[in-house]
């Protein structure tokens, strides 16, 4: 009978091979839930969208309890955003669902996850105690200035900004700018505080923060930023889960954020009114 020498291990071979296909299935799970937003949300194909979501979460419950648990918070979230149309929407009735349903898409995973399951995951860190080093200051500056630079080329050169309701009125420029900032300060609220969470508890960073980039640029897509928009949206949404990461704070992302659609707002008001906000050098010639 063979003997292990004295202080040693036997092999985990075995085991890690019996662990494989459950990890295996786990991050198929994830990958179904998170891509289902491609579905559900860029290519608005409703209710098969609904399926790999479904089936994404059923299979994390026979896999692994607690994934299932918080993959099912991040669907329920999903599913509470489809329940409108995300084409932009200044009318009182427009303004009001958008309201309420990204409201509940924050607030039932919220309350589910802390006063149901009782745990402390999704956080929204307002404060942190902590002062912006100067990096994170220029980082500011830099945002401004890509911003000013790209999203003019963007949205009037590919007609993205077609995907927004023309704005005429001093009314409508301010439903406008509130809706913008709103949708933004959202977007960190439910993609990073909320589902970036989530994933982070049961799976490494950067494959959790590819799938809320996943999310999120369904998202952005079905809201407007079409055309080859994703080549804006995809590294944003990854910087910002990045820098969530490394910052804690809910609102260096949102001043990130909302810094960013500050610009977005001056272009969609100078697309609909050329004399408006009219500073940006990148905006086509023939446009």
């Known amino acids: ?36 937003a491609v579905l559900l949300f860029a290519l608005h194909v409703r209710p098969t969208g609904y399926l790999p979501l479904v089936v ?17 918070l991040v669907g329920l979230g999903m599913a509470i955003i ?25 607030l039932v995973p919220y309350v589910l996850s802390r006063f149901v399951l009782r745990q402390d995951v999704i956080r929204f860190p307002l404060r ?30 590919s007609g993205a900004y ?9 009314q409508e420029v301010a439903r406008l700018f ?7 300060i959202w ?14 508890v049961h799976f490494p960073f950067a494959l959790a923060n590819v799938l809320q980039a996943v999310v999120f640029v369904s998202f952005l897509w079905e809201l407007g930023y079409r055309e080859w928009g994703p080549l804006l ?29 500050l610009v977005v707002f001056m272009v969609l008001v100078h697309a609909h009114n050329p004399g408006a906000f009219d500073v940006f050098v990148t905006a086509p010639a023939s446009w």
Not at 15 to 34: F, G, I, K
Not at 83 to 90: E, N, P, Q, V, Y
Not at 134 to 156: E, H, I, K
Not at 194 to 200: G, I, K, M, N, S
């Open 233 to 261: 949206t995809i590294p944003f949404a990854l910087v910002q889960g990045w820098i969530f990461r490394r910052t804690a704070s809910l609102t260096y992302v949102v001043t990130v954020h909302l810094l960013f659609d």
């Open 56 to 72: 994404g979460v059923a299979l994390a419950f026979a896999v692994d309890r607690a994934l299932g648990r918080d993959l099912a």
């Open 162 to 170: 077609e995907n927004w309701p023309t704005v005429d009125s001093s």
């Open 128 to 157: 942190t105690g902590r002062r912006w080093s100067r990096t994170q200051v220029v980082y500011l500056m830099v945002v401004v200035v890509l911003a000013y630079l790209l999203l003019p080329w963007y949205f009037l050169g």
């Open 187 to 200: 977007d960190e609220l439910f993609f990073v505080c909320t589902v970036l969470a989530l994933l982070r």
């Open 178 to 184: 509130v809706g913008v900032n709103a949708v933004g």
């Open 1 to 36: 009978m063979d003997t292990l020498p004295a202080g040693a291990h036997a092999p985990a071979p075995a085991r890690t091979l019996a662990a494989a296909p459950r990890e295996v299935a786990r991050v198929l799970a994830v990958a179904l839930v998170c891509g289902s």
């Open 82 to 106: 489809t329940t409108i149309s995300l084409k932009a929407d200044l009318s009182d009735a427009g303004m009001a669902r958008f309201t309420v349903a990204l409201a509940g898409a924050v």
